[in-house]
């Protein structure tokens, strides 16, 4: 069936200008579009003196024939479609018929503007593979979002795409992994080179923290080790990773550290790499209030970035108690940050750290001063006393039952408990109960620049919920956890491809805020996995695809990142002009 155009034609001959229908086909016998004339309407001059619109209504009346011409298409080729699946449920024999995923389409037109086949092309010819690298790397990405599960699961079920993944054999994603983890650092550093160009990006806040990703298995190894885990696996070995993101959520880097490595030790290694790898002209770097110590201060000043980082206001009671207690000091908010913090004050902060000297190479003591910005919200203290209220009835029942102290190893209610001398049980600690008071509702934020505003301060530090939303994202919606990889160069190059699908991710989201769409991450990846295409090969060969589940947030978001709407039913040629490929 080939395809047909209807066009009002005006041909100028001996001077005269002659008006007709002509229709456009596709000619199966020369392998050619053809055209003939259809119906003549003679001389423009003599048909405008008899009707002055006559030209308009033949216009009107050539797409009205256009229009019945391309309903009677659609109702012949749903005929046929209806026919071969009629054919096929009986059992008989017909052409070929599958579903596949459209959301791979959506990811691929970020994974386009980042260029990201041409550098995967380039890191691939500087060795000896001939396998189809990009593709690899680009069905392992999207199959994170989409079908998250190992690398076997995922392979087995390659055919669910439409971008050429038919192709790919079991050892060709295996390969791209080793050759991803040998170019880790060269990868990340261009990706954010070219959301800097594609998207602008400036990156002038930094927010780090810190996870653990845990494996079924407890044989430790140089990466994998027993440690404190986030996810409270205590038997189970694992890995933690420190990630980078900027004030929009997109990360810039990452980097995975052995199992057992502490909080302390991850910040600073990733932010000289940032420092070094990135020409930024000022970074505010902001964390919890596990990575605030003296000793990392130190180093943040000293590599030239600022920083807002939460500040533990019991742990140095003494100094806080008094400032929290005095009525004077203190400003009333009236901002338009969205916060509940109803009253503020700062203060200087000052901690003696000991450092080597440089010179001498011996230790020295040296005094750091921070701005500290003491917050107080009615909310939180509402918050933290209802919190208390529950370890202070559990250290009740501790007190009147000192038998649960040694069967019950659950912690909680026993730090509001007084043990007695022997083994006499025990009391409610009054004295830290009402320290414990003293603070509800009162955090702190210790920030380097003092120019800086308490609201900036504390946009930069709420702004920390989209690291959390982050590592929520790569956990749970990209299931990064459990690795179902031993080796550790397989290790770190399922990790790396996780971060891709994190980053790509997040670029999606950021284009749908910026066209002033709000759709939740989990809504995004439900949409594009449920998102299908039916794909029916007549006998003839010839194939038609339908559409299903594609409504609300699917239109939404391919519509934002420029696909155009495929019809109920579309051939071949029409699926690759919407989706945007060059190739299925």
């Known amino acids: ?9 005006i041909q100028k001959t001996g001077g ?10 596709w000619d199966p016998v020369k392998k050619k579009t053809s055209s003939r004339t259809v119906r003549n309407f003679g001389r423009l001059d003599l048909l405008l003196a008899q009707d002055p619109e006559a030209l308009d209504k033949l216009r009107a009346q050539a797409e009205e024939l256009k229009k019945a011409h391309q309903e009677s298409k659609n109702a012949l080729l749903q005929e046929r479609v209806k026919e071969a699946l009629s054919i096929k449920a009986r059992g008989a ?16 037109q970020i994974w386009e503007r980042l260029a990201m086949p041409r550098k995967l092309r380039d890191l691939q010819s500087k060795g000896n593979t001939r396998f189809d690298f990009p593709n690899a790397v680009f069905y392992m990405v999207a199959a994170r979002s989409l079908m998250p599960d190992s690398k076997l699961a995922q392979w087995e079920r390659r055919n669910r795409f439409l971008y050429g993944s038919d192709k790919l054999r079991l050892c060709h994603l295996y390969r791209a ?10 990868l990340v550093a261009y990706m954010n080179r070219q959301i800097a160009k594609q998207y602008k990006r400036a990156v002038t806040v930094a927010l780090y923290d810190v996870t653990t990703y845990w494996f079924e298995s407890q044989d430790a190894d140089t990466l994998r080790n027993f440690g404190f885990s986030k996810d409270n696996k205590v038997n189970q070995v694992q890995v933690v990773m420190g990630l980078l993101i900027d004030q929009n959520g997109i990360p810039i880097d990452y980097e995975l550290f052995p199992g057992n490595t502490g909080e302390f030790s991850t910040m600073l290694p990733l932010l ?5 790898t990135y020409v930024i002209e000022r970074v505010v770097v902001t964390a919890d209030r596990g990575l605030n110590s003296g000793a990392n201060l130190y180093a943040l000043r000293e590599m030239g970035l600022d920083y807002v980082i939460a500040y533990r206001l019991r742990s140095n009671a003494a100094k806080m108690l008094p400032l929290i207690r005095d009525s004077e000091g203190w400003t009333v908010r009236n901002s338009s940050v969205r916060t509940d913090v109803s009253k503020f ?3 200087d902060e000052t901690r003696r750290i000991r450092v080597v000297d440089e010179s001498t190479g011996r230790p020295k003591f040296i005094d750091i001063t921070s701005k500290l910005l003491l917050n107080y ?6 918050k933290d006393a209802y919190d208390r209220s529950r370890l202070i009835a559990k250290a009740e029942r501790y007190a009147e039952h000192p038998g649960l102290l040694k069967s019950d190893l659950r912690r909680g209610g026993k730090s509001y408990l007084k043990l007695k001398e022997g083994d006499l049980g025990a009391s409610l600690d009054t004295e830290r109960i009402e320290e414990a008071e003293a603070f509800d509702g009162y955090y702190g934020i210790c920030y380097s620049d003092p120019n800086m505003t308490p609201d900036e301060v504390l946009r930069i530090h709420h702004s920390l919920w989209q690291i959390e939303e982050s590592f929520r994202i790569s956990k749970s919606l990209l299931e990064a956890r459990p690795c179902f990889h031993w080796t550790e160069s397989r290790i770190r190059g399922h990790f790396l491809i996780c971060y891709i699908a994190l980053v790509i991710h997040r670029l999606l989201e950021t284009e749908l805020a910026a066209a002033d769409e709000s759709i939740t991450a989990e809504r995004i990846i439900e949409a594009l996995s449920e998102a299908t295409l039916t794909e029916v090969q007549l006998p003839d060969g010839e194939k038609f695809y339908t559409k299903s589940n594609t409504e609300g947030d699917f239109e939404t978001i391919a519509r934002v990142v420029g696909l155009k709407p495929l019809p109920g039913l579309a051939r071949e040629a029409d699926v690759k002009r919407a989706l945007r490929v060059k190739a299925l």
Do not use: H, P, W
Not at 177 to 186: F, M
Not at 272 to 276: I, S, Y
């Open 377 to 382: 919200s009615a909310r939180r203290a509402r």
């Open 1 to 9: 069936m080939g395809a047909r155009t209807m066009n009002l034609v």
């Open 93 to 108: 024999s017909t052409g070929d018929s599958r579903t596949v995923m459209l959301g791979s389409s959506v990811y691929r």
């Open 177 to 186: 992994i080793d050759l991803l983890c040998a170019n880790k650092e060269q």
């Open 272 to 276: 000289r790499k940032l420092k070094d």
């Open 16 to 25: 005269k200008e002659y008006v007709s229908f002509r229709e456009s086909f």
């Open 345 to 347: 004050r700062v203060t």
